[in-house]
T-cell receptor
Framework: EPEVTQTPSHQVTQMGQEVILRCVPI?????FYWYRQILGQKVEFLVS????????KSEIFDDQFSVERPDGSNFTLKIRSTKLEDSAMYFC????????????FGPGTRLTVL | GEDVEQSLFLSVREGDSSVINCTYT??????LYWYKQEPGAGLQLLTY?????DMKQDQRLTVLLNKKDKHLSLRIADTQTGDSAIYFC????????????FGRGTSLIVHP
């Protein structure tokens, strides 16, 4: 069964460093998403991506964040200068679209900023 | 903005029914979802209900929707240890491109 994969499973970085989180969505999906969950808090939407551009983004997704689909299979989230409060689990998801928009989630990358 | 609230923990005995509750604020919600997250895995859509329905049943799962009270519940009959997971309630609207707004998740612990 096709699934969304994410690498790495855990990333530890120093404050101020750049990180790139990687995702491989399901191959025939057209819509791609990043969410994050700070420990003990809600799963929060960051950004959606369709047709090689951002379709929606939340207030969280500021200039420190960027997304890219560099090669038609990977979907990446870059944080330019990490802050302590960026520590969270980051989930990638993809969907084929449609009315109820079932999204398929990856297992997440736990980002720890020291 | 939209808000989704659910209790954080539920503990049940194997074989009993589990009921996980959720409340939401957006009266224009179109779809309401239950996602399941097992340890080390991503969120998996378990079931969803369209806002013009009040009940949906799928094998051991029953979803009840009370639109007046903006209350959603998930009942799992004959709960098994394999049902132990985190269950996320979510809602979406057409105006929000069907991007779900999630709650914190309810950890369901099933003990023998």
């Amino acid at each position: 069964e096709p699934e969304v994969t994410q690498t790495p499973s855990h990333q530890v970085t120093q404050m101020g460093q750049e990180v790139i989180l990687r995702c491989v969505p399901i191959s025939n999906h057209l819509y791609f998403y990043w969410y994050r969950q700070i420990l003990g808090q809600k799963v929060e939407f960051l950004v959606s991506f369709y047709n090689n551009e951002i379709s929606e983004k939340s207030e969280i997704f500021d200039d420190q964040f960027s997304v890219e689909r560099p090669d038609g299979s990977n979907f990446t989230l870059k944080i330019r200068s990490t802050k302590l409060e960026d520590s969270a689990m980051y989930f990638c998801a993809s969907s084929a679209g449609g009315s109820y928009n079932e999204q398929f989630f990856g297992p997440g990358t736990r980002l720890t900023v020291l | 903005g939209e808000d989704v609230e659910q209790s954080l923990f539920l503990s049940v005995r194997e074989g009993d029914s589990s009921v996980i509750n959720c409340t939401y604020t957006d009266s224009s919600s179109t779809y309401l979802y239950w996602y399941k997250q097992e340890p080390g895995a991503g969120l998996q859509l378990l079931t969803y209900i369209f806002s013009n329905m009040d009940m949906k049943q799928d094998q051991r799962l029953t979803v009840l929707l009370n639109k007046k009270d903006k209350h959603l519940s998930l009942r799992i009959a004959d709960t098994q240890t394999g049902d132990s997971a985190i269950y996320f309630c979510a809602e979406s609207t057409a105006g929000g491109s069907y991007i779900p707004t999630f709650g914190r998740g309810t950890s369901l612990i099933v003990h023998p």
